[in-house]
């Protein structure tokens, strides 16, 4: 079992940055893919970005690409999210997630919510025009 929890989430103004943190316990960190979702109100939850076990392939949504960084410290058993620009629209609650694909699972089926066991409680990030 493997419990999740999120930090750094607050509010900024557009054009400022954030970092999340997801702090894992239990399981074997170092072997799960980790990944942020992120849901605004009324709004579906929504892949933003995932980071493979080894740390060596990432992907993001093309909303923001360019912007934010997804990584992983898997000593700390931390992964990360630097937002920079923000925008209004990336207002939301961002959710870490994990799951143990396997290594040839492909990026399409990584990057949908629905194939992740694991979740954290939420942060949330609001930015102000």
């Known amino acids: 079992q493997v419990q999740l929890v999120e930090s750094g989430g607050g509010l900024v103004q557009a054009g400022g940055s954030l970092r999340l943190s997801c702090a894992a316990s239990g399981g074997t960190f170092s072997s799960y893919t980790m990944g942020w979702f992120r849901q605004a109100p009324g709004k579906e939850r929504e892949f933003v970005a995932t980071?493979?076990?080894?740390?060596?392939?990432?992907y993001y949504a093309d909303s923001v690409k360019g912007r934010f960084t997804i990584s992983r410290d898997n000593a700390k058993k931390t992964v990360y999210l630097q937002m920079n620009s923000l925008k209004p629209e990336d207002t939301a609650v961002y959710y870490c997630?994990?799951?143990?694909?396997?290594?040839?699972?492909?990026?399409?089926?990584?990057?949908?919510?629905?194939?992740?066991?694991?979740w954290g409680q939420g942060t949330q990030v609001t930015v102000s025009s």
């Open positions: 997630a994990a799951h143990d694909f396997p290594s040839w699972q492909s990026a399409g089926y990584i990057q949908d919510y629905r194939n992740y066991a694991y």
């Open positions: 980071i493979r076990w080894s740390g060596g392939t990432a």
